[in-house]
């Protein structure tokens, strides 16, 4: 794995912090308010979304539950480059059930 890619993955971990972050600010919810609806303290909250924690799955699903969103993962292969990881995204026809 080249550095590069490395330092990409650690952008992209942050960045979903971040979104984390815009996404409880647009929703005019402060992280007090947050952390009570998924019962853990204020610094917690703090604490994920500047990612200076790790977040277990079913936390994930209580933070989207309280700010009224959902959970998407994505799975890319570390040794494909983003445009030969694109060509493995699904066309809407082979979405639609046989």
Known sequence: MSE??????EYELCFRH?????????RKIS??????????DQANVSLI?????KIEF???VDIA????ARVIFDLEPFDLEPDEAATLQ???????PE
Request: aromatic share 0%; net charge positive.
């Open 49 to 53: 979304e500047r990612a200076g924690t």
């Open 18 to 26: 971040m979104q984390l972050r815009s996404l409880r600010k647009l």
């Open 65 to 68: 539950k309280a700010l009224n």
């Open 90 to 96: 699904p066309t809407a026809e082979q979405l639609q």
């Open 4 to 9: 590069h890619s490395l330092k990409s993955k």
């Open 31 to 40: 992280q007090e308010k947050l952390a009570k609806e998924i019962g853990v």
């Open 58 to 60: 079913g936390r994930l």
